[in-house]
């Protein structure tokens, strides 16, 4: 099983930067795309950024030029680079990827963190 754990959330400033990290644990699986979503209070979940094996990546229009998804393929890690915070960007933010369960003979799987809280407030 795979599990998922977000780091890095807190609260910042309009125009500071934080760096959300998820973290990877289990074994015997191979990660295929990593994404991080967001909820605000009252609103759908959305997707902010994803990035596929080969390191294509796609943003959400909100956040486009401000964040950064990268990752680090070896330690199956991933990361969310946000600058220039908004209040708007205020939300509970959650790690999700997805892959293949090679214990479970390369059945599909996908996995979400519990999530880290990010507030952009002066």
């Known amino acids: 099983q795979v599990h998922l754990v977000e780091s890095g959330g807190g609260l910042v400033q309009p125009g500071g930067s934080l760096r959300l990290s998820c973290a990877t644990s289990g074994s015997g699986f191979s990660i295929a795309a990593m994404a991080w979503y967001r909820q605000a209070p009252g609103k759908e979940r959305e997707l902010v950024a994803r990035i596929t094996p080969g390191g294509t990546t796609n943003y959400a229009d909100a956040v486009k030029g401000r964040f950064t998804i990268s990752r680090d393929g070896p330690k199956n890690t991933g990361y969310l680079q946000m600058n220039s915070l908004k209040p708007d960007d205020t939300a509970d933010y959650y790690c999700?990827?997805?892959?293949?369960?090679?214990?479970?003979?390369?059945?599909?799987?996908?996995?979400w963190g519990q999530g880290t809280q990010v507030t952009v407030s002066s």
């Open positions: 999700y990827a997805d892959g293949l369960d090679w214990v479970n003979r390369g059945r599909p799987f996908t996995s």
